[in-house]
């Protein structure tokens, strides 16, 4: 009995602090001065969102892609399209030869389907 007992005061601990502690955050409570959760696909005014552009150019081969149908890479807390797979396995391999701007960078080249 007293085992049982130790049990309902441990569970309602923690029950508190997952409803109005620490844990409110998890299960999505807070403590009353976060902005509330929007639906998904609703933006708020404080909110932002990053749009990508329509179009950006392959760092590999230097084409100019359709970002909605792109291979997209993600690379220094910047994302990168790619025409093919290929390119895009290319700049994962070394993405450090591919950024930075740098001119006389040599491109591959290539044609894919």
């Known amino acids: ?6 049990f309902a005061v441990w569970a309602g601990f923690i029950f508190l602090m997952m409803r ?7 299960m999505g409570h807070g ?16 909110e932002f969102r990053w749009v990508p552009p329509k179009q950006d150019t392959d760092p590999v081969c230097g084409k100019t ?13 910047n994302v990168y399209y790619f025409c093919a ?3 895009r396995e290319i700049f994962e391999a070394a993405p450090d030869l591919y950024v930075g701007g740098n001119p006389n960078q040599p491109r591959l080249e290539h044609s894919h389907a």
Do not use: W
């Open 1 to 6: 009995m007293e085992a049982l007992l130790y």
């Open 20 to 26: 109005f502690g620490c844990g409110a955050h998890i």
């Open 31 to 46: 403590h009353g001065n976060e902005p509330t959760l929007n639906k998904p696909g609703q933006a708020s005014d404080h």
């Open 65 to 77: 892609v359709e970002t909605d149908k792109a291979k997209p890479s993600i690379h220094a807390g």
């Open 85 to 87: 797979r290929e390119c």
